[in-house]
């Protein structure tokens, strides 16, 4: 059973950094794509970062040039470095690992940025 576990979020002052990191464990080779996402309360889950085994990235628009998606292929690991926090990111964060014929989701943690 493949099970992508997050940590390292928690409550941050604005401006400020948190990096998260999601492993995906029983998993046999390497993950496709994978994924952060995040959802704010009352709206819908959205795209923050994405990126492939070749290291090909995708962001949301809303957090280019400040957060960074990076992998470590040999451990099903991704990371997000969070920098410049604005409570506007404020949100459960949630990881995704894409095998291509079915994904998993991590039960995500809580990134909470006050003003």
């Known amino acids: 059973q493949v099970q992508p576990v997050e940590s390292g979020g928690g409550l941050v002052q604005a401006g400020g950094s948190l990096r998260l990191s999601c492993a995906a464990s029983g998993v046999i080779g390497t993950v496709n794509t994978m994924g952060w996402y995040r959802q704010a309360p009352g709206k819908a889950r959205e795209l923050v970062a994405a990126?492939?085994?070749?290291?090909?990235?995708n962001y949301a628009d809303s957090v280019k040039g400040r957060f960074t998606i990076s992998r470590d292929n040999g451990k099903n690991t991704v990371y997000l470095q969070m920098n410049s926090l604005k409570p506007e990111d404020t949100a459960v964060y949630y990881c995704n690992a894409d095998l291509g014929w079915t994904d998993y989701w991590g039960k995500g943690t809580l990134v909470t940025v006050s003003s």
């Open positions: 990126v492939t085994n070749g290291g090909r990235t």
